[in-house]
């Protein structure tokens, strides 16, 4: 039974989206051949909810930000080199936090030499921390334009998203059905941590990037993997993750290769992609040591914020979740990770496809046990979209299924709700005591 069952989740990941994936949607919603893009179903539905959403969240920001206490260097607990007073108004609080660090590369580029704390004679916090594509493209834009940091990355961040959000809907659309790209749309932009889709962080770029490797990986366009590999080593600390995922691409295309050619020059290419992928890792620490001269600039750097690059973080959330819940706590985790492993294990997330599959599997896997614990990983958990897929299987089931676009309506509903609880307690700054709340 089970050498049948995985037979048919082998032959799922790569075959078409099933009838009831898809929806049943009125004429006047199909994608007729001729219609101008805009008027394309699968243009128009994901940027009108994503402007919806970032709409909201702009009037979130815009209402919360009159809470924000005045920010000004020396507060002992966020970093401030651009002072700004209390309530700042709408662009200046879209740079709080690690914006302030982008901000000072957008504006200064990347230190040489690394600075020293006085105290200790240490490598001190310094921007090195942060990776170069979304402040180095916002300085460009803003010498181009003559802009503001906060308008400019702001705006950036926004437009990429955007199209990020429509090329997502795509990419799920063939991979998986309609009503799986509608639910994934629906689900990433409505996702609690969401509104830093439109702030000066890393986010958009960062699911843009992914996005684009995942479809590239899909149609089988090696080289411009290999671009989008370098690309995401210089956005995000995240290119190791793409390594497991290449080889499940290559696997799968290995165990079809009877119906489905599988060259020899791309059974050297995927391991190759693989390798790079894990070799990448290294490359902004590399210009690091290239730039600073310092030969472990970046690792110092990153003690700099007590964080040590090559440190398993799994205890850190198993000793997490004894201490605030027991064995209770250990117990309702084993459950939860057994329910994900077995819906992960089944025919019907294979039919999304090895590409959107393994992503689904190995970023959470990588936030776990490279990450530890703490609030930023609600936004790290955007990255992880493949994984919101679930939920379309969740409500496609034949008691949902009817009313199924009200319960994903409700569920939009009650997110975007929790963007405004997220904004509140995590971004908008109303005091720097100890236990202070990051986003």
């Known amino acids: 039974m089970n050498e049948r069952r995985g037979e048919a989740i082998a032959r799922a990941f790569t075959a078409p989206a099933p009838p009831d994936e898809q929806v049943d949607l009125p004429a006047r919603l199909e994608d007729p051949v001729a219609a101008p893009w805009w008027r394309r179903f699968a243009v128009w539905f994901p940027l009108a909810v994503y402007a919806a959403t970032r709409l909201v969240d702009a009037v979130y920001f815009a209402v919360m930000q009159r809470a924000q206490i005045a ?23 879209m740079a709080n936090w690690d914006g302030q660090w982008y901000h000072e590369i957008a ?35 803003m010498w181009l ?22 090329l997502l809907f795509r990419l799920v659309d063939r991979a998986a059905g309609r009503w799986s ?21 890393t986010e958009s770029w960062a699911l843009l990037v992914i996005v684009l490797l995942l479809t590239a990986l899909r149609a089988r366009r090696y080289g411009w993997v290999a671009v989008l590999l370098v690309v995401l080593a210089l956005t995000r600390n995240l290119v190791l993750i793409a390594a497991p995922v290449l080889l499940v691409h290559g696997l799968v295309r290995w165990l079809r290769r009877d119906r489905d050619p ?18 990448l890792t290294l490359l902004w620490p590399t210009i690091c040591r290239l730039v600073t001269g310092d030969q472990d600039g970046y690792a110092k750097t990153m003690a700099a914020w007590g964080v040590d690059a090559f440190e398993i973080k799994l205890h850190t959330w198993i000793d997490y979740v004894r201490y605030d819940y027991g064995y209770t706590g250990w117990a309702v985790c084993v459950l939860g990770l057994g329910w994900f492993v077995r819906c992960m294990l089944s025919e019907r997330t294979a039919r999304w496809g090895p590409e959107l599959w393994a992503w689904a599997g190995a970023y959470p896997a990588y936030v776990i046990l490279v990450t530890g614990v703490g609030p930023s990983r609600i936004r790290y958990a955007l990255l992880a979209w493949p994984v919101f897929l679930l939920l379309a299987w969740i409500l496609d089931r034949p008691r949902l299924r009817p009313r199924r676009a009200w319960w994903l309506g409700g569920y939009a509903l009650v997110l975007v709700s929790l963007q405004g609880w997220w904004v509140w307690n995590y971004w908008v700054i109303q005091y720097l005591g100890p236990d202070v709340q990051f986003p």
């Open 71 to 93: 920010m000004y260097p020396g507060n002992g607990a966020a970093r401030v080199l651009f002072p700004e007073p209390a309530a700042p108004g709408y662009w200046p609080v």
């Open 107 to 141: 504006r200064f580029g990347y230190p040489d030499p690394l600075p020293l704390d006085p105290e200790t004679g240490r490598v001190a916090q310094n921007p090195w921390a942060f990776y170069p594509v979304f402040p180095m493209t916002t300085r460009a834009v």
């Open 145 to 166: 334009t003559h802009g503001d940091f906060y308008v400019v990355g702001s705006t950036l961040s926004l437009l990429v998203g955007a199209v990020a959000v429509v």
């Open 181 to 201: 790209a509608i639910v994934g749309t629906v689900a990433t932009t409505t996702w609690v941590a969401a509104p830093v889709l439109q702030t000066c962080y």
């Open 262 to 279: 599988f060259p020899v020059r791309h059974r050297v290419a995927v391991p190759v992609l693989a390798a790079f992928a894990g070799v």
